[in-house]
């Protein structure tokens, strides 16, 4: 029955316009990416190298795939949640606009049923989106780039990861990168739940992720405290992939932290939509 | 009591050290030159091990062509980290009899091996190099250290250890010692987490260790090598 179900919810995700605008969006920013790195690359590159050019010399290509693709999920992973948003947002909401809810519930099926399928619907989308923006950056990067070592820029200096030892740290990047949009597409389908329009839980979600994400980044001590638990800091954790050495204690405490929204974020959609009154 | 015989001798004694230690240093560096010609062109297997602050680097393998007089390639698809004045310029240095004045500084032991420290000084101020300092080892004719301070790259030590191919003054290992500067990334750029505050980190050292093995000397290498594009 969940399956049928989360079945029907990507048909009618499939079947809105808006579904593609995300998509769309990350296509048309990654030939963008790719078009400017292609004609102006070495400006970016000299960023990476420049302040150590005084003294030392690199040989090698530096721009390649890999960096390419490291460039545009740095540059995405912070607008790719919006897009989401978008379409998750719009998961109950948008039926009680319509009207559609009703029809719906009538149905024999739990009303925990009908949100788990909505649940499991929004994260498939997500993982499209995510395996688009994989394939855009990671696939075309090395299409048009070639294939070489990365070279990553930290704030504590330059680590470069040889390029048999990239393709595992992109791979579980993506992962954690799908897991932190997993949890703003529950945040948006929990306030979706609360809502009769789908304008009001879409901006509310880009609220919250602006809101966070001007808290994690200034500089305050009075932060300090609640920064950790914000779920935006943990969604860069992607980049803990390219810490030489790996820091496991960082990855695990950012997909508890991830795994935590989920949770608690699910169950209050549960609770609200369970006692969801759709006669008026 | 000295009498005018002696001092005489005496004068003349010091007079001809002073000729000598005058003239020794480019003698020296002319040996060394020599040495450094008898191979035109050469390739070698190398191993790079970085360890250089900020920087965090595997060692990687690569292969290393030269020819004279300035064409130097690293054939590498890996990205290799060297010092910028690196493996022509001493080189160049030695080569160069006009535009630097060798003068004698000291004998010194370095690892039991009896060095002359020859001070090269650039003859006009347009000069990038400010000053050379080569550790020339007497009996077999190599440089085992140097120490060049230039303008744009501040100082670079480098120690030679010579095994196979010390005929042809070529080295197997070198270690170049190079200033860092200061390193300061805004957090924007660099899109760190867990990470408050802007790094600034004071200048510090860096060691670069190159081994070089399986030289190929003068069998002739292409000038399409060199090739950028290659």
């Not at chain 1, 923006?133 to 048009?144: H, I, P, R, Y």
């Not at chain 1, 954690?176 to 329009?197: K, Q």
């Not at chain 1, 810490?243 to 989920?262: F, K, R």
Request: net charge positive; with cysteine.
């Amino acid at each position: 029955m969940i399956i049928k179900s989360t079945y029907n919810e990507l048909l009618k995700i499939a079947y809105k316009p808006r579904s593609y605008i995300g998509i769309a969006g990350i296509m048309i920013i990654i030939a963008i990416i790719l078009f400017a790195m292609k004609v102006d690359g070495s400006f970016y590159i000299s960023l990476i190298t420049g302040q150590f050019e005084q003294s030392l010399l690199f040989e090698g290509t530096i721009l390649n795939g890999n960096l390419i693709a490291y460039i545009i999920i740095q540059m995405l992973i912070i607008h790719v949640p919006l897009l989401i948003a978008f379409v998750t947002g719009d998961l109950i909401s948008g039926e009680s606009a319509m009207g559609t809810i009703r029809l719906l519930l009538t149905k024999p099926v739990s009303r925990s049923t009908i949100l788990l399928s909505k649940f499991f619907a929004s994260c498939i989308y997500t993982f499209i989106v995510i395996l688009c923006l994989a394939f855009m950056s990671f696939v075309l990067g090395k299409l048009f780039f070639g294939v070489g070592d990365l070279i990553v820029l930290k704030s504590d200096g330059l680590i470069v990861f040889q390029e048999n030892d990239v393709s595992w740290r992109f791979f579980y990047g993506f992962a954690i990168a799908f897991l932190s949009l997993v949890t703003v597409a529950t945040l948006a389908l929990t306030l979706s739940c609360f809502s009769e329009n789908s304008i009001g839980p879409i901006v509310t979600t880009m609220g919250i992720i602006l809101l966070f994400t001007i808290i994690g980044s200034m500089d305050l001590p009075v932060f300090d405290t609640i920064r950790p638990f914000l779920f935006t800091t943990h969604m860069a954790a992607w980049r803990f992939f390219f810490d030489d050495p790996l820091n496991m204690t960082h990855i695990l405490y950012s997909i508890a932290i991830l795994v935590a929204y989920i949770s608690v974020l699910l169950s209050i959609s549960f609770y609200k939509f369970n006692k969801k009154y759709i006669l008026s | 009591m000295l009498n005018l015989k002696q001092l005489l001798f005496l004068k003349l004694f010091i007079l001809y050290s002073i000729t000598i230690l005058a003239q020794s240093p480019r003698t020296l560096l002319n040996q060394v030159q020599v040495k450094l010609n008898k191979a035109t062109n050469y390739s070698a297997d190398i191993n790079i091990i970085v360890d250089l602050p900020y920087i965090t680097l595997m060692p990687i393998n690569s292969k290393l062509y030269y020819k004279q007089k300035d064409k130097f390639k690293i054939d590498t698809k890996s990205i290799a980290i060297l010092p910028k004045q690196g493996f022509l310029q001493l080189n160049m240095l030695v080569n160069d009899t006009v535009n630097y004045t060798a003068i004698f500084q000291s004998k010194e032991i370095i690892n039991k091996i009896k060095t002359s420290l020859v001070n090269l000084i650039p003859n006009n101020d347009t000069s990038d190099v400010v000053l050379a300092k080569l550790w020339v080892d007497q009996i077999n004719q190599v440089i085992i250290k140097s120490q060049v301070t230039t303008k744009s790259s501040g100082t670079i030590k480098t120690e030679y250890i010579y095994g196979s191919q010390v005929f042809y003054g070529l080295p197997d290992d070198i270690k170049f010692t190079v200033d860092i500067k200061k390193f300061k990334i805004p957090k924007a750029l660099s899109a760190d987490i867990n990470t408050s505050k802007t790094t600034k980190v004071e200048k510090k050292f860096g060691e670069i260790n190159i081994k070089l093995k399986n030289y190929q000397i003068n069998k002739g290498i292409a000038d399409s090598v060199f090739d950028k594009t290659n």
